[in-house]
């Protein structure tokens, strides 16, 4: 399971607590969590996409010579 799978996976986990929650103020704690681990994966996606494209520029100006 990579890291961004992990944090979709627990931001699932929130929204589900949340759905299942009787309580307003743990459901609204359920759904920050599930907020945050989703801006975690939205996060982490953006660096593995950044990551790529720089690796790809490298190999290109490596292969230019």
């Known amino acids: 399971m990579?890291?961004?799978?992990?944090?979709?996976?627990?931001?699932?986990e929130a929204g589900t607590a949340a759905a299942n929650c009787d309580l307003d103020n743990v459901r609204e704690r359920h759904l920050r969590s599930?907020?945050?681990?989703?801006?975690?994966?939205?996060?982490?996606?953006?660096v593995a996409t950044q990551r790529a494209l720089n690796e790809a520029e490298k190999e290109a100006r490596?292969?230019?010579?």
């Open 34 to 46: 599930q907020a945050a681990w989703e801006a975690m994966a939205v996060r982490a996606e953006r």
């Open 62 to 65: 490596v292969a230019a010579f």
């Open 2 to 12: 990579t890291e961004i799978e992990l944090f979709r996976a627990r931001a699932d």
